[in-house]
């Protein structure tokens, strides 16, 4: 198949994006469906037949990696002669790996993936797989990405990259060193959102609280700018380090008309043995101090808690430590992940591997008690006043929106509420996942 660049050839051609991982991956992935719009594509759902596919992959897990492998080999047999391009995490660690998968046109490393309409202009014919990709400590510019078409909400990349050395992670590997550009092209980014008239924007990156290393800014001074941007209501922080999250930005977000009490904190951990073994940069006492700090200026915010089960070296003592330190701090939810080894990690040859039956067994008990917490998180808002940011989707007659402290309420449906913030109090519980409320 020849394939052609749709100005050059006078038909329009058809592209479809399938995005694994992050929300980092999902913003970066509406950025490109952008410029392939702006130059004569048609974008179309990837269960539909397509003249080229993009797979935006991650690699966190080896789970993920089999995801991309199985998105190919649909999207092959579903539009035989399509183009197909791989890029992201799992094309920069393993670009090789892909490339022998039969079908693959095209395999981009993170220092070519924004140059993506770039690659696909100069490739005129379906034939032998190209790689673009470079050593990933030469990979040292920055993808600005926000993401589009929500009516309520945009996710905004606004740092890359990671210097931590984490035991357990790749993501160095796959995203090169941390790195952003300067604040006001990131408020320039936000302007450019809100006039699409979207009204909270959620802050992603890889290590977001390191923000600044690379243009002599900081975090902080980041969110103190973004205050200002006329247009936007709400903003959300994804994921931010423990040891990053400093007095002053709790503080200031805390007191913040726009910034909203809602914490993501990865711990991980809550043995510092395990914590040491995972070489992170704090220990359990540190992260219960960032949470009593929360609680002291915001105590109605909604705290998530990132965890690994079963790393290497994990006892049954030590993961009951980490199940009473969690059942003590009492966040709002806690977001699961079984461990999974990845190549090229310093735990590949850890001894004192936890039997996959355990990990399962350890999930489990751990998902029961975040069910637990966040019952109990949405039992201690009833009859609140919160605003909501309501959403355009619907369903048997009904519309939701989370309020500041991410809860998810449920309306009655009214097309004049969709993309708008509005004040409620809140009812009851309809489930574990949704409340009632009226308006106010």
């Known amino acids: 198949m020849v394939f052609l660049h749709p100005v050059m050839n006078n038909e329009t051609k058809k592209i479809a994006f399938y995005t694994l991982g992050c929300k980092l991956n999902f913003s970066e992935t509406s950025t490109l469906a952008r ?124 740092q ?26 990131i408020v320039k980014e936000a302007g450019i959102i809100a006039q699409s008239r979207t009204k909270e924007i959620i802050l992603t990156g890889v ?42 930005i709790i503080e200031v977000t805390a007191n913040s008309s726009k910034f909203l009490p809602h914490f993501h904190i990865p711990l991980q951990s809550g043995n510092n043995k395990i914590l040491r073994l995972m070489r992170r940069r704090y220990r359990r006492e540190l992260f219960a101090k960032k949470i009593e700090s929360i609680r002291k200026f915001a105590p109605h915010a909604f705290i998530g808690i990132d965890v690994i089960v079963g790393f290497p070296g994990e006892t049954e003592e030590d993961f009951m430590d980490t199940y009473t330190f969690l059942e003590g701090l009492q966040p709002a939810y806690i977001h699961i992940f079984p461990y999974s080894e990845r190549a090229n990690t310093a735990t590949v040859t850890m001894p004192g591997k936890v039997r996959d039956n355990e990990i399962t067994m350890r999930t489990k008990r751990l998902a029961e008690l975040c069910r637990k917490l966040h019952h ?65």
């Not at 799992?90 to 892909?98: F, N, R, S, T, V």
């Not at 890359?160 to 092209?185: E, H, L, Q």
């Not at 619907?394 to 708008?420: P, R, S, W």
Request: net charge neutral; charged share 25%.
């Open 376 to 440: 109990d998180f949405y039992l201690a808002n009833i009859g609140k006043t919160s605003s909501v940011l309501f959403e355009s989707a619907h369903k048997a007659g009904k519309m939701h929106g989370f309020t500041e402290n991410y809860i998810k309420v449920e309306l009655d449906y009214n097309k004049k509420f969709v993309g708008q913030v509005k004040n409620v109090r809140l009812i009851g519980l309809l489930s574990n996942e949704t409340m009632s409320c009226e308006l106010l």
């Open 160 to 185: 890359d990259g990671c210097d931590y050395k984490c035991s357990y992670c790749t993501i160095p590997m796959a995203r090169g060193r941390s790195r952003n550009i300067p604040i006001a092209n």
């Open 35 to 158: 410029k392939f719009l702006e130059n004569g594509f048609e974008r179309v759902n990837p269960s539909q037949p397509a003249d080229m596919y993009v797979i935006n992959t991650c690699s966190v897990t080896e789970q993920a990696d089999k995801k991309c492998r199985q998105a190919i080999r649909r999207f092959i047999k579903q539009s035989p002669v399509a183009f197909i391009v791989v890029t992201g995490c799992y094309a920069q660690l393993k670009p090789e790996e892909i490339a022998k998968i039969d079908g693959v046109d095209l395999v981009l490393g993170a220092d070519a993936k924004g140059n993506l309409l770039e690659y696909v202009n100069n490739i005129r014919e379906k034939g032998e797989v190209r790689i673009f990709s470079c050593e990933i400590n030469q990979v040292d510019s920055f993808f600005p990405a926000f993401s589009s078409g929500d009516r309520t909400r945009s996710f905004l990349k606004v």
């Open 207 to 248: 290590n977001i609280g390191d923000f600044g290393r690379t243009t002599s800014e900081s975090f902080f001074g980041l969110i103190k700018e973004l205050e200002k941007v006329n247009g936007i209501e709400r903003y959300r922080i994804s994921s931010i380090e423990p040891n990053l999250l400093t007095g002053e």
